[in-house]
């Protein structure tokens, strides 16, 4: 290594994270992995290897059968008591925070190994809300944070992540325009209002709601695909002839990412089996027993995720069930999704709405809509948020890497501010 002193930019996402640092004075993704800019945030805490993959590769293990445990969507847990809690993977007693610092570990080993620099410092981006509760928005960062630490990292700084995304963007502004980053990401939705000025950019307001692509594969997931397997099923009692809905808590469990791991545990089975039992319709909540039995919970949350996409490129989205029983699908329409993501919509367009009140402008005074995040290419979310903001132009360059290279780009002045007594870009 031949730099201490080099600050890395990351950003940890949801479902992707990437990581990038400033050379010859312009924003350099750094590759992770082999194939692309962005890594999966994902682990996969392999059995018969006794390590954890992450990556592609964690990837590639659960979608192979290996025995193992698979985990997504860690990002979502930070801020609840949950990622303190110590559990058993591959013999050691760990808690979320370490997972996550395991994970930070990797990809700072890939970045120095990718660049020949060792990073003591990282500028990370952050969601301007992690929670709509200011208790568990501020124990998110100290979590985060502390990941970072137990990663290797000596010192962090945090940035708002469509702060950095404006910041990547501020060369598309000419003088007296206004900007509103639009930023979709699987967790979240963070929202900037910015316009150019000689020192980079000025930022007039920023907010945040806790409704990302994560939401989104859920509620595709409990509309489409939850039924098949008894969500709202009738239930009879042990005793007499009434019946009464199957619990929802465990549909809404296995539809949504970072909740699947935990329902395979020995009381969900074991609900399961007794919903079962009872069921009037058994064959589909007998397909919820054979999910958790057979942890199946991620391959199905994958063929939503996939059929979802496929949508909405404006053709019939596809499914694919097959895991759980051969020859189940269910079709979905372009109209369908935008359906059922409709309300999720409108709150992102509110949200959008009140950061530009924030920061005192009329929607129409915004000249430049500035998407980025993976779930900002849902066309429902343009189509919702486009005719609030009737004067402004719409900007998609690099939706999945905006973040990350605004975040390389502010590295080395978040220290250097730091370091001078002013104020690093941490909210």
């Given at each position: 290594?031949?730099?201490?002193?080099?600050?890395?930019?990351?950003?940890?996402?949801?479902?992707?994270?990437?990581?990038?640092?400033?050379?010859?004075?312009?924003?350099?993704?750094?590759?992770?992995?082999?194939?692309?800019?962005?890594?999966?945030?994902?682990?996969?805490?392999?059995?018969?290897?006794?390590?954890?993959l992450i990556g592609t590769a964690a990837g590639e293990?659960?979608?192979?059968?290996?025995?193992?445990?698979?985990?997504?969507?860690?990002?979502?847990?930070?801020?609840?008591?949950?990622?303190?809690?110590?559990?058993?993977?591959?013999?050691?007693?760990?808690?979320?925070?370490?997972?996550?610092?395991?994970?930070?570990?990797?990809?700072?080993?890939?970045?120095?190994?990718?660049?020949?620099?060792?990073?003591?410092?990282?500028?990370?981006?952050?969601?301007?809300?992690?929670?709509?509760?200011?208790?568990?928005?501020?124990?998110?960062?100290?979590?985060?944070?502390?990941?970072?630490?137990?990663?290797?990292?000596?010192?962090?700084?945090?940035?708002?992540?469509?702060?950095?995304?404006?910041?990547?963007?501020?060369?598309?502004?000419?003088?007296?325009?206004?900007?509103?980053?639009?930023?979709?990401?699987?967790?979240?939705?963070?929202?900037?209002?910015?316009?150019?000025?000689?020192?980079?950019?000025?930022?007039?307001?920023?907010?945040?709601?806790?409704?990302?692509?994560?939401?989104?594969?859920?509620?595709?997931?409990?509309?489409?695909?939850?039924?098949?397997?008894?969500?709202?099923?009738?239930?009879?009692?042990?005793?007499?002839?009434?019946?009464?809905?199957?619990?929802?808590?465990?549909?809404?469990?296995l539809a949504t990412w970072q909740k699947i791991p935990?329902?395979?545990?020995?009381?969900?089975?074991?609900?399961?089996?007794?919903?079962?039992?009872?069921?009037?319709?058994?064959?589909?909540?007998?397909?919820?027993?054979?999910?958790?039995?057979?942890?199946?919970?991620?391959?199905?949350?994958?063929?939503?995720?996939?059929?979802?996409?496929?949508?909405?490129?404006?053709?019939?989205?596809?499914?694919?069930?097959?895991?759980?029983?051969?020859?189940?699908?269910?079709?979905?329409?372009?109209?369908?999704?935008?359906?059922?993501?409709?309300?999720?919509?409108?709150?992102?367009?509110?949200?959008?709405?009140?950061?530009?009140?924030?920061?005192?402008?009329?929607?129409?005074?915004?000249?430049?809509?500035?998407?980025?995040?993976?779930?900002?290419?849902?066309?429902?979310?343009e189509e919702t948020l486009c005719p609030q903001f009737?004067?402004?132009?719409?900007?998609?360059?690099?939706?999945?890497?905006?973040?990350?290279?605004?975040?390389?780009?502010?590295?080395?002045?978040?220290?250097?501010?730091?370091?001078?007594?002013?104020?690093?870009?941490?909210?």
């Open positions: 290594m031949t730099d201490t002193g080099a600050v890395l930019g990351v950003d940890f996402g949801t479902s992707n994270s990437a990581a990038g640092t400033v050379r010859d004075g312009a924003a350099r993704l750094i590759p992770l992995e082999a194939g692309g800019e962005t890594l999966p945030t994902a682990v996969f805490f392999d059995v018969e290897t006794q390590k954890m293990a659960l979608l192979a059968g290996d025995e193992g445990r698979y985990m997504r969507a860690l990002k979502s847990l930070l801020g609840a008591p949950l990622m303190r809690e110590k559990r058993m993977l591959l013999g050691e007693r760990l808690d979320f925070i370490d997972i996550v610092a395991r994970f930070l570990a990797q990809l700072k080993e890939a970045a120095e190994a990718a660049t020949g620099l060792r990073f003591d410092r990282a500028l990370s981006g952050r969601p301007v809300r992690f929670h709509g509760d200011d208790a568990r928005n501020a124990q998110a960062e100290i979590d985060l944070r502390d990941a970072y630490l137990r990663a290797g990292f000596k010192e962090v700084r945090f940035m708002f992540e469509p702060e950095a995304a404006a910041l990547a963007n501020r060369d598309m502004l000419a003088a007296g325009d206004l900007g509103l980053v639009v930023d979709i990401g699987g967790g979240t939705s963070d929202f900037t209002v910015f316009r150019s000025d000689d020192n980079g950019i000025d930022i007039l307001a920023s907010h945040g709601v806790r409704v990302g692509g994560t939401d989104f594969d859920r509620k595709v997931s409990l509309d489409f695909v939850m039924p098949l397997l008894g969500r709202g099923s009738d239930i009879r009692h042990a005793f007499g002839g009434d019946t009464h809905a199957a619990p929802a808590t465990i549909f809404n469990d935990f329902l395979y545990a020995p009381d969900s089975r074991r609900l399961a089996r007794d919903l079962a039992q009872y069921a009037v319709e058994p064959a589909r909540l007998a397909r919820l027993v054979a999910v958790l039995e057979d942890e199946l919970g991620h391959d199905i949350a994958f063929a939503v995720e996939r059929g979802k996409i496929a949508a909405n490129t404006g053709r019939v989205g596809l499914i694919d069930l097959g895991v759980v029983e051969r020859g189940m699908d269910v079709t979905v329409a372009a109209a369908q999704i935008g359906a059922a993501l409709d309300d999720l919509a409108q709150e992102i367009a509110r949200a959008a709405l009140r950061t530009v009140t924030d920061a005192g402008i009329a929607p129409n005074g915004i000249t430049h809509l500035v998407f980025v995040g993976g779930s900002s290419l849902m066309g429902v979310v009737p004067g402004a132009a719409v900007h998609r360059g690099s939706a999945l890497t905006a973040i990350a290279d605004g975040l390389a780009l502010g590295a080395e002045a978040a220290f250097v501010l730091s370091e001078d007594g002013g104020q690093p870009p941490s909210p």
